[in-house]
């Protein structure tokens, strides 16, 4: 079994805690500090849990909530199991398939029939762009 981890961003318990219940609150007081996110940056810092997160930023906030790093993110053993042959060696789990074409099968098997001619005599704006270059002097 490999050993994966995860983590639990407690952003949210924290600043309710400090009686901040609108993400807005943050802005000022990040941006007092150096970081100048947008209202919805901030948002979505508050309400979901960071892929990426500066040290600055994860610095302000330790410092606005006066809290520890462990304070806002709770590290975590996430274990998957993978299967193993009988000699124990690892093998690494299948991937998934890839959808199809979301393209018609019909638009996929080649260029279509001609276009009927309207009563200019072309038959769309490409056979209009040519007869056009080709009447110039």
Same mark, same amino acid.
């Given at each position: 079994?490999?050993?994966?981890?995860?983590?639990?961003?407690?952003?949210?318990?924290?600043?309710?805690?400090?009686?901040?219940?609108?993400?807005? @609150?943050?802005?000022?007081?990040?941006? =007092?500090?150096?970081? #100048?996110?947008?209202?919805?940056? &901030?948002?979505? !810092?508050? $309400?979901?849990?960071?892929?990426?997160?500066?040290?600055?930023?994860?610095?302000?906030?330790?410092?606005?909530?006066?809290?520890?790093?462990?304070?806002?993110? @709770?590290?975590?053993?996430?274990?998957? =199991?993978?299967?193993? #042959?009988?000699?124990?060696?690892? &093998?690494?789990? !299948?991937? $998934?398939?890839?959808?199809?074409?979301?393209?018609?099968?019909?638009?996929?098997?080649?260029?279509?029939?001609?276009?009927?001619?309207?009563?200019?005599?072309?038959?769309?704006?490409?056979?209009?762009?040519?007869?056009?270059? #080709?009447?110039?002097?």
């Amino acid at each position: 079994m490999i050993k994966k981890m995860g983590y639990h961003w407690h952003l949210r318990q924290s600043v309710a805690t400090r009686l901040m219940f609108q993400t807005t @609150d943050l802005v000022g007081p990040l941006a =007092e500090r150096g970081i #100048t996110l947008s209202r919805e940056q &901030v948002f979505r !810092l508050v $309400t979901r849990p960071p892929q990426r997160l500066s040290m600055y930023t994860l610095a302000a906030l330790c410092d606005i909530l006066d809290c520890q790093p462990g304070d806002l993110i @709770d590290v975590r053993v996430v274990n998957e =199991e993978i299967r193993k #042959t009988a000699d124990e060696a690892l &093998v690494r789990p !299948l991937p $998934t398939a890839r959808p199809r074409s979301a393209v018609p099968k019909d638009y996929a098997q080649g260029p279509r029939a001609p276009a009927s001619r309207t009563a200019t005599g072309h038959s769309g704006p490409r056979d209009h762009r040519r007869h056009c270059l #080709t009447a110039l002097p």
